[in-house]
């Protein structure tokens, strides 16, 4: 609240006085639902870009929220030890391919 406005205490005696209190905080915490979302969304699309995955991001971002094609999902074992890093050559191809496909992007 304090990164918002500049007097928040004063902003919620006003609030409280009008009766509007709950629909000041309901809004404020849909903001920040819709923030948290939107942050989580980002880190997706990072993740997509560098799983090289030939499908959309839409498909992608849907089989791993609702966990479809789990068994495809899980990390290969060898000898009990879960397989989850990445060699320098995949890193590297991974963030060459995201830097090719960022590099179209135009503001």
């Known amino acids: 609240m304090y990164e918002k406005y500049a007097s928040p205490n004063e902003l919620i005696n006003r609030m409280l006085k009008t009766g509007r209190l709950y629909d000041f905080v309901k ?8 923030e948290a979302e939107k942050e989580e969304d980002n880190k997706l699309w990072l993740a997509y870009l560098s ?6 991001f839409a498909a992608w971002k849907n089989e ?3 966990g479809s094609h789990v068994a495809e999902q899980r ?5 009990g030890i879960s ?20 590099k179209n992007f135009k503001l």
Do not use: C, F, G, W
Not at 27 to 34: A, Q, W
Not at 75 to 79: A, F
């Open 83 to 102: 397989n989850l890093s990445m060699s320098d050559a995949e890193v590297k191809t991974a963030y060459d391919n995201a830097k090719s496909i960022l």
């Open 51 to 56: 799983s090289n995955s030939r499908e959309t």
């Open 75 to 79: 990390p290969q074992q060898h000898q």
């Open 27 to 34: 809004h404020v915490v849909k903001r920040k639902n819709e």
């Open 64 to 66: 791993i929220i609702h």
